[in-house]
């Protein structure tokens, strides 16, 4: 496809190596045509790479494989993982998940993309429901500010809550940011 085809999102190969379109610009040179300034994200590492493209330079489309996966527990050699319609499992590695291991919990569905059979990138849902299994006692008189503490999560994650939140307490906590949502009611 040409360069001006391109849009957010989309994976490319470029120089033998998956990418996914962050952001695109067109700017206009002085002299000479107009080019699009590209920042593209390497689906292997997760480096951030700028690669300009001539309006008329063609480019490599990859097509990627969109499966629901099943997050079913972790052992030595890995994550295991069962596809939602073949139940086909696979082991995938620390690598693959990057930081959202520590937001896997038994039962947690995931979006695998592959390409050429081999799975490049993983998509945790936005957010997760953990129990908290240890955080400080509630300050006395902390209502009148907005106090935060630390609380280890089932996981082993840690996030800053709400003073009021309490042990044995199920919240919800964005797995792209980090971040503390609410309090989950049963």
Same mark, same amino acid.
């Given at each position: 496809m040409k360069a001006s085809e391109i849009?957010?999102?989309l994976t #490319?190969?470029?120089d033998g190596k998956l990418y996914a379109i962050v952001d695109y610009e067109h700017v206009k040179l002085g002299k000479g045509g107009a080019v699009y300034q590209t920042k &593209?994200?390497?689906l292997t590492d997760g480096s951030i790479q700028n690669v300009r493209l001539r309006s008329e330079e063609n480019i490599e489309e990859a097509y990627l494989d969109k499966r629901t996966y099943e997050y079913l527990y972790s052992s030595g050699e890995g994550h295991i993982l069962m596809d939602t319609t073949?139940?086909?499992q696979i082991t995938l590695d620390d690598d693959a998940f990057g930081d959202g291991q520590?937001?896997?919990k038994p039962n947690t569905q995931l979006q695998v993309s592959m390409y050429e059979g081999k799975p490049v990138n993983i998509t &945790?849902?936005?957010?997760?429901?953990?129990?908290?299994t240890e955080t400080p006692p509630e300050i006395k008189g902390a209502t009148a500010t907005n106090q935060n503490k630390p609380?280890?999560?089932e996981t082993g994650a840690v996030v800053t809550v709400p003073s009021? #939140?309490?042990?044995?307490?199920v919240i919800r906590v964005d797995t792209r940011t980090g971040e503390y949502v609410t309090r989950v009611k049963e």
């Open positions: 849009r957010k999102g #490319v190969k470029v &593209l994200k390497s073949t139940y086909d520590k937001y896997l &945790l849902p936005n957010t997760v429901d953990l129990e908290v609380a280890t999560l009021f #939140v309490k042990i044995g307490e």
